[in-house]
Each structure stands twice: as C-alpha cells, then as structure tokens.
C-alpha cells in the first residue's frame, strides 16, 4: 500500500477520531479489555483538542485522499510524549505505524528534545514489539485502577488548588524526583483549573495536574501521593497509572477499593533516571 505522511488540520478531526475510537476498542475487546474510550466523541474530543494545541505536533497518514492513521507528540517539556498513535484496523501491518512514529522521532531531533516517552497496553503484542524494535525501553509496569472516589484527608497533608504562583515549586519537585519538570503540561492543568498540590509541614510536597489518565502526579513521599489521590472528586477517564514497583502505594489503593482496570508499560527513549520519590505518570509519560 502506498500512502504519506503530512502534517494534520482541523479537516481531519472526524476522520481521526473515528479512527482512534475503532482502533483502541477494537484491540481492547479482543482482549476482553474495556475499551479506553466509552464512545467516538469522546475520542474526537480529544483528537480535536490535539490538534488544536500549539505545543502538539500532530500528524496523519493518507493514502488516495484517505486518513488511515494519525499520531501526536506533545512538546510542553523537555521530554516528549507520543501518542495516541491509532491506524484503521483495516490496514494495520502494514507500515503505517512505524512511519507514523518514525515522523514523530525525526520532530523530536529537530526540536532537540532530551528524550521521548509513551505508555503502551500491556497486553498489546504488536505495539510492544514495534516500540522496542524502535529503540525504545521498558521502564515501570503500571497498574491502570479506576473505582469510587475515596474523599478523605491523609493526616498532616492538606490538599488545596493549584495556582501559577506554585509553578517554581512543582517545577522542584518533578526535578528532584525524575530529573526535569513538566511546566507546560502543569501550567495548562492550572489555568483549566484542574491542578491540585499537597501541603505538608507547610510546604509543597506533592502535586497533580489532574489524577486520572491525562494526569500526572509527582510527590516526595508515598503519603502525599496518597493524599491526592484521596481528595481526588474523580478519577478520569479510564482511571489513574500506578507503578506496580510501588508495593505500598498500589496496596493501599486496593485497600481503598480500587481495582485494576489494565495492566500497562512505560516506555522511554533518550534521557531518563530512576525516579526518587513518588509519582503517577500519565497516558504520556
């Protein structure tokens, strides 16, 4: 099949997001896996808000006038996040993805990004596979959990909005705990006013952009993650990512009622350390 890859548009809104809708539902219930997205606008809905960012750089595949596939690598950081990356199920093995993600590589050298994440289903074979051929390693199995919110304080921690003035200290904590910070993605958490931090011993020790799969949490110690996880009114979308390294954490969310939805993978390639702290990452990174 011959097809290229061009730079997306508005035009491709609905044709993207019909396709990320069939492609990710289409892979889950053949694994008897609920789908991430509960129906097609909640898809385009984010397709349209991707390609409408200015720090996404968006791109499809076409072939004969034709979107047959679509990919994103979000650049609000040092490190940037691919995904989604979704082709038709009806010309899958083909090459489509691998050229999709080879656009997204070559987008990253241009912009002299440190490194590029994902977060893959773990039960996914084939995109599995095509990531590590790419260069890609596996660096922290995730638990997807979904369930009732918890609402309750953790002792000692106050949990309050975010505001710009707390940008420098978040910044901090993301340094201290994965080596860069994530100011973009903070800052536009912050004006939708999704953003929450942790205070304890009168100070930031923690914060969220929003706890739920397009959400990332960074904490000093188990405890403030803990805390926002529990004042959290909803966990969104599909549910939050938790590092199933992190015994305590991931017991004491059980403990709390939530179950496991899915199991995932981080992927990185480029720059990346060992995190020393607490952290939920995103379906980014």
Not at 155 to 161: F, W
Request: one cysteine or more; aromatic letters at 8%.
């Amino acid at each position: 099949m011959t097809f290229h890859i061009r730079l997306a548009t508005d035009k491709d809104v609905e044709a993207c997001g019909a396709i990320c809708y069939t492609a990710f539902r289409t892979i889950a219930l053949a694994h008897n896996f609920h789908p991430d997205f509960p129906d097609p606008e909640a898809a385009e809905g984010l397709i349209r808000m991707a390609i409408g960012h200015p720090d996404v750089y968006a791109v499809v595949a076409e072939t004969g006038g034709r979107v047959i596939g679509s990919n994103f690598l979000w650049e609000q950081s040092s490190i940037a996040g691919v995904g989604p990356i979704t082709i038709d199920p009806q010309v899958q093995n083909q090459g489509v993805g691998q050229r999709l993600m080879q656009s997204v590589f070559d987008r990253s050298v241009e912009t002299a990004r440190a490194g590029v994440r994902l977060v893959q289903a773990a039960y996914h074979g084939r995109s599995l596979s095509l990531y590590a051929k790419l260069g890609f390693d596996a660096r922290e199995p995730l638990a997807n959990l979904q369930g009732t919110p918890i609402r309750k304080s953790i002792s000692g921690h106050v949990v309050r909005q975010a505001t710009k003035q707390d940008l420098e200290s978040c910044n901090s904590i993301c340094k201290a705990v994965h080596g860069h910070d994530r100011s973009g993605e903070v800052l536009d958490a912050i004006g939708q006013g999704i953003a929450s931090v942790v205070e304890r011993d009168g100070r930031i020790s923690g914060y969220t952009t929003c706890v739920g799969f397009f959400g990332h949490a960074v904490g000093e110690a188990n405890s403030d993650i803990m805390a926002l996880i529990a004042a959290a009114p909803a966990f969104a979308g599909p549910g939050l990512l938790v590092p199933t390294r992190n015994s305590d954490l991931l017991r004491w969310c059980l403990q709390e009622g939530l179950r496991v939805m899915q199991p995932m993978t981080l992927m990185s390639r480029g720059y990346y350390v060992e995190p020393r702290g607490a952290f939920l990452p995103s379906i980014l990174f």
